[in-house]
Every structure is written in C-alpha cells, then in structure tokens.
C-alpha cells in the first residue's frame, strides 16, 4: 500500500469523526496496514493522570494504537475560551511550521495516517491553521463528517464544499452520520443524489445507532462528578433521552412518559418535578446549583432504582457537559468500538477512503 493520509473533518462539533477514525484504524490495522493518527489542533483539554492536559480523542487514540504519548500526536492545545493574548504579536507561521514538522515525525514508518480535524474546520484560522490548509500542507485527502440533525444538512455540505475550495482544496467524500431510521430512505434517495449532482460523493450513511449514541447513568456521573445522594444502585440504568424539568408537574408527567429512558435535569428546589421523574420511571434525575430536594424524596429514589445527583453548575451547562461525552469511546469499552467498526463497515465505502 503507498503511503496515504485521510484527513476526517466536521464544520461542526460533534459529528462523529472519532468514532469513524476509530473504525477505520481497526479495520487498516486487520489488512496489516501500520496505521498513525494525528490531530493537529485540540480546542477541549483534559488533565490526565500526571496532571498533564492532554486532548481525549488523542489519548483514546494512542492507547488503541499503541503510540507513545497523545502530546506527540496531539502537539498543539487551545485550551479554554480565552487564549488570543497568549499568541497577539507572534509570528504565526512559526505554530504552522511546528505542527506540520510534529506531523512528519507521527507519520514516520506509517503506511496511513489519520488526521482528526479540531472542532469545525475553521478552528485555528487565526494562525493560518484551518483544516483544508493544513490537509494541503500534509498532502492528505479531505473527508467530511456531517450529522444528519436535518435537511439542512445539504446547505451545511455544501458551504464546507465552498469553504474549503477558497483553500484550493477539494473534498474527497461525506459522510453522513446519526441520520434517524425514520429519515434513511429520503437520505439514500433524495439527499445522496442531490450532494453527488453538486459534485460530492457521498460514501457513506450511518444510521443512528442506540449502543453508540446511549449512555449509562454511572458514565454520566464519573463524567460531569456531583455528588450521588440516592438511587446508587441504579448507576447502570441506561440513558437514551436527556430532558429538561422546567414545566408544570401535570405537564411533565406526561411529557416524561412518552420517552424511555430519559435523564432530567432540573433544579434541587423542583421537588414537583423530582416526584413526577420518580413516578414516570426516569433513568436518572440530575438536580443543578447545587441544591437539594426534599428529604422525604431519597427513600423513593432508593427504593425504585433511580440515581440522583447534585451538581453545582446550572442547568444549561450541565446539559452542554453530557452533550460532550454522547459518543464518546474510551479503549476501555469494547461493546462501542466493536459497534462503531460494524456500523462503519457495514454503512460506509471504507475501502474507498483508504484506496484498498
């Protein structure tokens, strides 16, 4: 096999491209293919273990590879909201140089790398580091994940088909990712061919998978932390809906019931709103600013299974918290990486992408 790079991006978070790389480095490696793996740029950091901060999907990435250190892979970390006066005066080409240079040592003896691209593709424009540029400077086909959140999804195509144009650089495929089973057919029949008229090629369609898109009540806690004041055994419950408690309680009993396994979110001062996620069988219930509900509510919440925390954030950052960690795989968790290979190989041109 010549040597090839794939570089696997979104123009929004979310989308699903390390699942996709994930999948595509195993199903490499089967072919005895010496697979690397690089992202250039990480907006969201983490402390690992030695207090390190490092990128998660790297991390994930070095240990299912086997590499050394995700600083390696990973050399350039943007880490918080704030960062422009760390950078204002300095010769950006030297940050590009950089990570191109980190590049060729991560792809030294690899027969294909895959490059994670940051959070959408114009994350790092300001040092002249967007996507399509650096996927021209590391020579390596472009390929776009796009989640299927609507139709508009063909307008969102195909402004990162422009987008990436203006950098001389042309998009090698799509995919599109979580499309709802109710909207297979018309992705197939409708959106393909009218992408592929548009000139991109659509090489595959994932259909929403529970196994990847769920969590468990105990992921979410070791995730976002709080403190677990009831329901301990019920950390396994699974987690499919996240729902927000902020209606009446006639309202929410009603609106709980028709979902299955949901996660609420409300306010420790809503025991109404407790007492109706208790009634309607809720999976977890996850009370913000730090307050707590009455007493008289833990005993049930024990008694039916149900866990409950207490977080000190608010209500919308709690949610934006779990909504980063839906889809997320650690090498640890074998029943996700071996959905995620089979909905890939089942659902995507895999052997396209990598030129088999």
């Known amino acids: 096999m010549r040597r090839q790079a794939v570089y696997v991006a979104s123009p929004s978070r979310l989308a699903g491209k390390s699942m996709l790389i994930i999948s595509l ?160 057919k018309f992705a197939r029949e409708v959106v393909k061919p009218m992408l592929e008229k548009e000139g991109l090629r659509i090489l595959g369609i994932l259909p929403e998978d529970r196994v990847l898109s769920s969590l468990t009540v105990r992921e979410v806690y070791e995730s976002i932390g709080g403190e677990l004041i009831a329901g301990k055994r019920g950390l396994e419950n699974p987690v499919e809906t996240v729902l927000i408690g902020a209606m009446t309680p006639e309202s929410a009993i009603q609106y709980f019931r028709r979902v299955r396994n949901e996660l609420i979110i409300t306010g420790g001062d809503r025991t109404d709103i407790v007492l109706a996620a208790l009634e309607a069988g809720a999976s977890g219930i996850i009370l913000t600013g730090n307050l707590r509900p009455s007493v008289k509510v833990l005993p049930r919440a024990d008694e039916l299974k149900i866990p409950m925390l207490v977080v000190p954030q608010d209500t919308y950052t709690t949610l934006q918290m779990i909504q980063k960690i839906v889809g997320k795989i650690r090498p640890s968790d074998k029943t996700r990486i071996t959905a995620a290979r089979k909905l890939v190989q089942e659902n995507v041109d895999w052997e396209k992408i990598l030129n088999f």
């Open 25 to 184: 480095a195993q199903l490499a490696m089967e072919k005895g293919v010496r697979v690397g793996y690089f992202k250039p740029i990480s907006g969201v950091c983490v402390p690992n273990p030695k207090g390190e901060l490092v990128d998660e999907d790297a991390e994930t990435m070095r240990e299912i590879l086997g590499l050394r250190t995700s600083l390696e892979v990973c050399p350039f970390r943007i880490c918080g909201g704030s960062f422009l006066d760390y950078f204002w005066g300095e010769d950006h080409s030297r940050f590009r140089d950089s990570i191109v240079e980190s590049y060729e040592k991560a792809s030294a003896e690899k027969d294909l790398m895959l490059i994670e691209g940051a959070q959408t593709l114009s994350t790092g424009s300001f040092l002249g580091c967007q996507v399509p540029r650096l996927a021209s400077l590391f020579n390596a086909s472009l390929l776009l994940v796009l989640k299927y959140e609507s139709d508009f999804v063909v307008d969102e195509a195909l402004q990162a088909r422009d987008y990436c144009e203006r950098w001389g650089v042309k998009v090698s495929g799509i995919v599109l990712n979580r499309v709802e089973e109710s909207r297979l």
